[in-house]
């Protein structure tokens, strides 16, 4: 086997991530729970005290130098804001493996810019990851880069199979699906949240509320997994005509739930009264 190839296969499963906030520890967290040798993972963070941390908790390799970080892996994670992404890429650039893929988390970056940053023989991706991917079940929005080979492509994919499921989607969908996915779990915790405080005003220790929800959350998950009708039916299996909990649904329509979250998440935030 041909020398560069045979060192972009070994590299292509080590990862580093540049930026080390709260996604990045999400990814992180979930990727070695899938699997991932802690020993190929990098990470950097502006101060040397937020990188001993990390490298503590996650048994990760930690430095400052992002041009470093990024030689060491097959695929480099732009963890950044995309005010900074173009002066990290200048930066890393010349240090970046032949076959490695730059996969940039921040909205707004298209991928023509980033290939346009980027030495030939790396390739470039989007990625709009979820921080559901701490538990491992994560939901990733992926977009490979023309530059991309199949074997690239399906490198990173792996990579984020680790934490959770991937879908891959073109470019301009980011936009559309991402308040879905990635802004998803915000609305469903407050609504979990409602809910505990509504045990709470009737009596019921949080925890114990906290448990009965999360359960209930896991179940409807499931369910709405296993079976493929219109979730209006499923819906409906659990309220019967006149009882309790079409009342309460009910109760949730004349306060406008419903339309409040199809306008939040369908388009501009619902004005306030």
Same mark, same amino acid.
């Given at each position: 086997?041909?020398?560069?190839?045979?060192?972009?296969?070994?590299?292509?499963?080590?990862?580093?991530?540049?930026?080390?906030? /709260?996604?990045?520890?999400?990814?992180?967290?979930?990727?070695?729970?899938?699997?991932?040798?802690?020993?190929?993972?990098? @990470?950097?963070?502006?101060?040397?005290?937020?990188?001993? /941390?990390?490298?503590? *908790?996650?048994?990760?390799?930690?430095?400052?130098?992002?041009?470093?970080?990024? &030689?060491?892996?097959?695929?480099?994670?732009? &963890?950044?804001?995309?005010?900074?992404?173009?002066?990290?890429?200048?930066?890393?650039?010349?240090?970046?493996?032949?076959?490695?893929?730059? @996969?940039?988390?921040?909205?707004?970056?298209?991928?023509?810019?980033?290939?346009?940053?980027?030495?030939?023989?790396?390739?470039?991706?989007?990625?709009? %990851?979820?921080?559901?991917?701490? &538990?491992?079940?994560?939901?990733?929005?992926?977009? %490979?880069?023309?530059?991309?080979? *199949?074997?690239?492509?399906?490198?990173?994919?792996?990579?984020?199979?680790?934490?959770?499921?991937?879908?891959?989607? &073109?470019?301009?969908?980011?936009?559309?699906?991402?308040?879905?996915?990635?802004?998803? %779990?915000?609305?469903?915790?407050?609504?979990?949240?409602?809910?505990?405080?509504?045990?709470?005003?009737?009596?019921? %220790?949080?925890?114990?509320?906290?448990?009965?929800?999360?359960?209930?959350?896991?179940?409807?998950?499931?369910?709405?997994?296993?079976?493929?009708?219109?979730?209006?039916?499923?819906?409906?299996?659990?309220?019967?005509?006149?009882? /309790?909990?079409?009342?309460?649904?009910?109760?949730?329509?004349?306060?406008?739930?419903?339309?409040?979250? @199809?306008?939040?998440?369908?388009?501009?935030?619902?004005?306030?009264?």
């Amino acid at each position: 086997m041909n020398r560069s190839v045979e060192d972009a296969d070994s590299a292509r499963e080590k990862v580093a991530f540049l930026g080390a906030g /709260a996604v990045s520890e999400a990814l992180i967290a979930g990727a070695l729970a899938g699997g991932l040798d802690p020993g190929d993972v990098w @990470v950097t963070a502006r101060s040397q005290e937020h990188v001993d /941390a990390l490298s503590a *908790a996650h048994g990760v390799r930690g430095t400052t130098d992002n041009a470093a970080a990024a &030689a060491q892996a097959g695929i480099v994670v732009l &963890a950044l804001p995309a005010a900074v992404v173009a002066g990290v890429l200048e930066e890393v650039a010349g240090r970046l493996r032949e076959g490695a893929v730059v @996969v940039s988390l921040a909205d707004g970056v298209p991928l023509a810019e980033l290939e346009q940053r980027l030495p030939e023989g790396v390739g470039a991706a989007r990625a709009m %990851p979820s921080l559901t991917a701490q &538990a491992g079940e994560g939901l990733t929005l992926l977009t %490979p880069g023309a530059s991309c080979s *199949a074997a690239q492509a399906d490198a990173v994919g792996g990579f984020f199979e680790r934490s959770g499921k991937v879908v891959r989607v &073109a470019e301009e969908q980011h936009a559309v699906l991402g308040p879905l996915s990635s802004g998803g %779990p915000a609305f469903v915790l407050h609504l979990a949240e409602a809910m505990i405080e509504a045990g709470a005003v009737r009596g019921v %220790p949080r925890d114990l509320a906290r448990e009965l929800v999360t359960q209930v959350l896991t179940g409807s998950a499931a369910w709405l997994r296993a079976d493929s009708r219109e979730v209006a039916i499923l819906r409906e299996k659990v309220c019967a005509p006149g009882g /309790a909990g079409i009342r309460r649904i009910a109760a949730l329509d004349r306060y406008a739930v419903r339309a409040a979250v @199809v306008s939040a998440l369908g388009g501009a935030p619902p004005e306030l009264p």
